[in-house]
């Protein structure tokens, strides 16, 4: 009965599965799937092998569990043996005390190799010459700055394909994560610091990339484009970028950083050393003991607020949400 | 003066939906109702006399099963409500802040105000029953924790319809759980309703402890205790450990929010990556504290319904109490994305893989406890059965975010969101359903419908595989948790929408529980002292067990005493003598805890609105109600012989 419908639940479960894969279509949206970049595809190499390490005992543990279940059922006509004393025997316990030993030591020099291998400070193999994009993460938004190419863009982002990116993540918001799926993991954007990360695409084509951490109220909308070109239309775009979008202020800075949403936008210049004030604005404290201002190269007006001791900090304009009442925020 | 009370009731009163205005109403109706018929019935004596002042852990843990039965409702509601505006892209049902609070409030209402509640509930219903005590070691203590649990509880959700709800996640990262980027109270209630059920957990966690370590029966030494007893005593100090953790994470936080301290704040050299190691050393035991009890509960289900010895006692007590060490040890697995570097990312994956190791051998343990037995497939191993391939796949799937650098790729995604629910619900709320069904014919004397349990079973069953499986292939497809919305352009509608079936085909299996509940209380079906073939001693004594639990104890030494004994009655040479009557000694109710933890509950809402002239009277309350009870020297009685007689001589006639 039970076995019956087990079997009946898992057709059904997995046929309406395979049903609605079928029907939002096109396995090419599975992007973890999909790598077109040398660490996503050693990832999912590793996921592959860890998937299989697992299903070794999965598999039969499923089986048995049915198995078992099926043959030692309390009926009258089942002759199987009924053996209600028996508790222990040594010789089996050994058995499934070694294989998970087993299965989780191969498991955990496998991950060890892809851990150093895969450190995503580390700088990735290749001929071309690396280009460094600076990302910050806003409230709600992102900002990518090209120190190399002295231009800027919000919330898309473009490099030549086969050409090694050498992401450096900072925020001047709570914390975020910053994912580009097809290319590989994750990381996360925290302020003070300056994060690495270094991806790579195989091939041109645009990447749907996201914030991956909770940051607050539109945190749905910091969702980007990530155009990997070839070398000459990247050059392209950038000199376009250069002649013809407006040029990034510190003032301009201070309004994106702002709570809210927007489009795509890009800049042609961006503020001399804007990205380490980002990073020291809230780094100084770290090392200093908190109330020692003179790390701060530059300090940028809203880091005085961590002088204000007052029971309710007033935030400086860039941290406050729009609309302090908590009816229309907090429910 | 109009003016002022209308802008004051416009901030206090969360308004402007017609989600919370419903509520609203619907809450004031039951609360008129209730007052209604218990004034109506004159039962506000016995409500007093019987329930709010018991120190009986039988009704304790009644009490605590009924909370968390409301707030697996509440937080069920939540879940549903985000299937809803998931279903399909571009959804405007719930607003971005209003989805973001309510995903915020299932997660602390599922762990903190069901998962935990409930799992005491268990405790207190079965174990001083297992180990033959007549209660547990501080009666009065009990019964301030479960008040100060409901009253926590309480707290965090009036947030709900005053003041407004917390929306920074379930664990509340700072810094957008700072007066900074929260400026409303929803965090404040947030802090001081864990603040004060987490109190209550904690002197929970003692309470089993010493009651598991100095009060089991004559004879029953410590590997000849229960399972589930076992499993219980690796949970609360597990409890032990971890709870003060969180108690002094979210003092931090609160200090920084009410007084303007820099602990975890963006600027003046507050460190949020301190909050989030610290809030995991206690998050990561957390999960093992509400998971290690449903151990204990399957172990029990698979020998009483296998008909069998428990296969591999020794190594199944090694795993579970090795669980709770080595939970200690894998918090930073919640954020390799944090960037520690490789060797520290090496270290906290190894130590999480290790725990797989014990997991597993439980696995191998139930199997083969099976393995020649006589299997009945009624209510409790219904859930046995669903839970082993439900949580052997979640383990797997939790083995896979343990690879480091592939959980770069999983994390904060739906394959995440898919794991854990897999092992909270196919783990812990199987495991809880299943011990509750088992026990309730002992707690409440009667049975359960088993046909409705069917439905029920499979509804749950059912509808967990089709709402979570399409969640792992979103997170391949990349989807992250918590966001409000996607678009057309995603591939994510089919998926999403097939995951909101499922969640309703569990919402409607909670509804046959529901109606299996109220069946089987008008169709009274009286259940014997042993209605399972049980096998320890909880089924040697009449259902619903006395007040006092036993009138006389045998001396134990054997790891399924009532079962032995049994064997031995049908073999005509029953083995044991139980001692002649004596007056028992019993703790007096109290109705110092549910005021004290009432004055905590004044006290934390003094907090959260900055109003010290409640939060002080609170305070002042609070150690009021700690010396009046220590000049309270009437504190127990004994129930005479004669009394004992009647009651026994009722209870066995009743069967």
């Known amino acids: 009965m039970n076995l019956i419908r087990g079997i009946r639940r898992l057709a059904a479960v997995s046929s309406l599965i395979g049903m609605t894969m079928l029907l939002s279509g096109c396995m090419d949206k599975f992007v973890v799937l999909d790598p077109k970049g040398v660490v996503g595809r050693q990832q999912l190499d590793l996921m592959i092998i860890s998937l299989l390490l697992c299903l070794v005992v999965i598999v039969p543990v499923l089986i048995l569990t049915f198995v078992i279940a099926w043959r030692y059922r309390n009926k009258t006509e089942n002759k199987a043996a009924y053996k209600p004393q028996w508790e222990h025997s040594t010789k089996l316990e050994v058995v499934w005390w070694g294989i998970p030993i087993v299965i989780i030591l191969i498991l955990a020099v496998v991950t060890a190799q892809y851990t150093y291998k895969l450190e995503p400070s580390k700088p990735l193999q290749s001929e071309a010459k690396p280009i460094v994009i600076q990302v910050t993460s806003l409230d709600w938004k992102w900002l990518f700055q090209y120190p190399g190419q002295g231009i800027a863009t919000v919330n898309y982002v473009k490099f030549p394909a086969n050409v090694p990116v050498q992401f450096e993540l900072t925020s001047d918001a709570p914390m975020n994560s910053f994912w580009i799926p097809q290319l590989g993991g994750q990381i996360y954007t925290m302020s003070g610091m300056a994060m690495k990360l270094n991806l790579m695409a195989d091939e041109p084509g645009t990447y749907r990339g996201s914030g991956a951490n909770f940051s607050g109220k539109d945190f749905a909308k910091m969702h980007f484009n990530a155009d990997a070109t070839s070398q000459a239309d990247f050059d392209k775009w950038v000199e376009q970028v250069k002649s013809k979008s407006p040029p990034l202020t510190q003032d301009g800075y201070d309004r994106l950083a702002a709570p809210g949403v927007m489009e795509k936008a890009d800049y042609s210049s961006i503020p001399n050393g804007l990205f380490d004030r980002i990073v020291n604005k809230y780094s100084g404290g770290h090392s200093m003991g908190g109330m020692d201002m003179s790390v701060h190269p530059n300090p940028a007006p809203g880091s005085m607020q961590g002088m204000n001791m007052s029971v309710h900090p007033n935030p400086a304009p860039s941290s406050m949400p729009a609309g302090m009442d908590m009816s229309q925020n907090h429910h | ?655």
């Not at chain 2, 930073?332 to 997991?359: C, E, Y």
């Not at chain 2, 495991?431 to 707690?443: D, Q």
């Not at chain 2, 292939?473 to 995951?499: K, Q």
Request: glycine content about 10%; hydrophobic content about 50%; overall charge neutral.
């Open chain 2, 1 to 655: 003066m109009w003016e002022k009370i209308q802008q004051f009731a416009s901030g206090f009163f969360v308004t402007g939906d017609p989600l919370i205005y419903g509520a609203d109403v619907s809450i004031v109706l039951t609360m008129i109702a209730v007052v209604s018929a218990l004034t109506y019935f004159k039962k506000w004596t016995w409500l007093w006399k019987e329930w709010l002042t018991t120190v009986d852990h039988k009704r304790i843990g009644i009490m605590y099963v009924i909370a968390s039965l409301l707030m697996l409702f509440r937080g069920g509601v939540d879940a549903l409500l985000m299937r809803t505006q998931l279903a399909v892209p571009n959804n405007d049902f719930l607003s971005p802040s209003h989805y973001n609070a309510i995903f915020t409030t299932h997660g602390v209402i599922m762990i903190l105000f069901m998962a935990m509640p409930l799992m005491f509930g268990l405790f207190n219903l079965v174990v001083p029953l297992q180990i033959g005590a007549r209660d547990v070691a501080y009666p009065f203590l009990n019964s301030l924790s479960f008040w100060l649990f409901f009253w926590g509880a309480m707290l965090f959700n009036m947030s709900f319809v005053i003041g407004g709800s917390p929306d920074a996640g379930w664990l509340s990262y700072p810094p957008l759980s700072e007066v900074s980027h929260s400026p409303g109270v929803g965090q404040d209630f947030y802090i001081w309703g864990i603040q004060i059920s987490g109190i209550g957990s904690l002197m929970t966690g003692i309470n089993f402890v010493v009651t598991i370590l100095k009060m089991r029966a004559p004879g029953m030494k410590m590997m000849k205790m229960p399972i589930f007893t076992w499993s219980v005593l690796s949970s609360s100090l597990t409890i032990l450990l971890a709870f003060p953790i969180l108690t002094v994470t979210l003092a931090l936080l609160f200090i920084d929010r009410y007084l303007g301290a820099h602990f975890f704040t963006l600027t003046a050299g507050g460190n949020p990556m301190m909050y989030i190691n610290l809030i995991w050393m206690w998050g990561h035991p957390e999960v093992y504290i509400v998971v290690l009890p449903a151990f204990g509960v399957f172990s029990e289900v698979v020998a009483t319904f296998s008909r069998k010895r428990l296969f591999g006692y020794a190594s199944t007590v090694f795993a579970l109490m090795s669980i709770s060490v080595f939970s200690f040890f894998t918090w930073a697995h919640h954020f390799f994305t944090m960037g520690s570097g490789a060797d520290v990312n090496i270290f906290f994956a190894i130590s999480t893989m290790l725990i797989a190791i014990p997991t597993g051998v439980k696995v191998f343990n139930w199997l083969f406890t099976m393995y020649r037995g006589r299997i009945s497939f009624q209510g409790p191993m219904l859930w046995m059965m669903g839970f082993i391939p439900c949580f052997v796949v979640g383990g797997m799937t939790g083995l896979l975010l343990s690879v480091a650098p592939a959980d770069f790729q999983f994390h904060n995604s739906y394959f995440l969101i898919a794991h854990f629910h897999q092992v909270l619900i196919g783990g812990v709320a199987f495991g809880y359903f299943s011990g509750l069904y088992y026990w309730w014919p002992k707690v409440f004397g009667f049975k359960l419908n088993e046909k409705i349990g069917k439905w029920a079973f499979w509804l749950w069953n059912i509808g967990f595989y089709v709402c979570f499986m399409p969640q792992y292939a979103l997170g391949l497809m990349g989807m992250t948790r918590r966001v409000n919305t996607y678009s057309w352009d995603t591939g994510w509608w089919g998926l999403n929408l097939v995951s909101t079936i499922g969640g309703f085909l569990m919402g409607i299996g909670f509804l046959f529980q529901v109606w299996q509940i109220l069946h089987s209380v008008k169709f009274m079906e009286r259940a014997s002292g042993d209605p399972w073939g049980g096998r320890t001693l909880e089924w040697s004594i009449p259902s619903p067990a006395p007040v006092y639990n036993f009138a006389s104890l045998p001396t134990v030494d054997e790891k399924d005493p009532w079962w032995e004994e049994k064997e031995r009655r049908e073999r005509g040479e029953p083995a044991w003598t139980l001692p002649p009557l004596e007056p028992i000694h019993m703790p007096k109710n109290s109705g110092i805890p549910i005021i004290m933890a009432f004055c905590f509950f004044l006290t934390g809402f003094g907090f959260v609105f900055h109003w010290l002239w409640i939060a002080i009277p609170g305070l002042v309350g609070v150690a009021g109600c700690m010396l009046a009870h220590s000049f309270n020297y009437n504190t127990d009685y004994y129930i005479p012989v004669d009394e004992i007689k009647r009651t026994e001589a009722a209870a066995r006639g009743a069967v």
